[in-house]
């Protein structure tokens, strides 16, 4: 991505930051970890400026190449199988990406993300309302892709620290708290899992991978739907902050119809 930046950066209090913890220390328990990882969430919300850059997103489709019909095995000699013609499809989509923020009062934090599309495949979309040929686009990274860290996520989805000790990365794995555990604000319970890499250094999040079982892929479609966000350090003005760099989402149709998605 090639970010441009319009608009002024906020005042943050870095200093605050690193008063929770020492992020050298080997013994540093969850409760801590989340905590800093919360504070520089926050530090993000309340510093990102508006922001448009280019975004690159690769597509491809493959459906087919399952069986259908009787099986040659079955009782009664019935006739083989068929199987369906494989079709893959594939786009690269060249967008504009924007982020803004909320000017509204009490909305810090809250931003609005959009996209034009420029091109597909090198050429002129036929109109700007051309989807990306995939179940769904991952709009809310920039603004909600940490969500899980932040105090009302947290009381969403239970924790378990894999690693802590000298180690350069720091592994969680989290997962959906019960339905009956989890708050009136909570998303939808999904049966959502993953895990998270942090680095040690900066307490900043490096990359999250999720999953769901079973979801509505597109109006009526149903399967399983995995994505992960890496995160870099990017210079905006003066100041860098930690910024989604790459997103990969898979989803797997459970009438066999596979998606990808890489931006």
């Known amino acids: 991505m090639v970010a441009v930046v319009f608009g002024t950066i906020l005042a943050n209090s870095q200093e605050s930051r690193h008063e929770l913890l020492d992020s050298s220390s080997p013994d540093l328990t969850l409760s801590q970890i989340l905590d800093y990882i919360e504070a520089n969430l926050l530090v993000y919300q309340q510093s990102v400026p508006n922001i448009y850059c280019t975004e690159l997103a690769h597509a491809s489709r493959k459906s087919g190449g399952q069986l259908v019909g009787p099986d040659l095995a079955s009782p009664g000699g019935n006739l083989p199988s068929e199987r369906v013609r494989a079709i893959e499809d594939k786009a690269s989509v060249s967008s504009v990406f924007r982020l803004r923020r909320s000017t509204e009062v009490g909305q ?15 050429k002129a979309p036929a109109s700007q309302n051309l989807a990306i040929p995939v179940p769904a686009v991952l709009y809310g990274v920039f603004s909600n892709g940490l969500y899980i860290f932040s105090r009302e996520g ?9 690693s802590a000790k000298k180690q350069q ?10 339905q009956n555990e989890r708050s009136a604000d909570c998303p939808s319970f999904a049966k959502t899992s993953g895990h998270v890499v942090i680095e040690r250094k900066s307490m900043h999040v490096i990359r999250i991978n999720k999953r769901i079982p079973r979801t509505e892929l597109i109006p009526g479609v149903f399967g399983s739907w995995e994505w992960s966000e890496d995160y870099a350090p990017i210079a905006l003005n003066t100041e860098t902050l930690w910024m989604p760099s790459r997103i990969v989402s898979t989803s797997v149709a459970e009438d066999g119809v596979s998606h990808n998605w890489l931006g």
């Open 154 to 162: 947290r009381s969403c989805f239970a924790f378990k620290l894999h």
């Open 108 to 122: 810090v934090g809250v931003f609005d993300e959009s996209r034009v599309v420029q091109s597909v495949n090198g």
């Open 169 to 178: 990365f720091i592994d969680i794995e989290f997962k959906d708290l019960p």
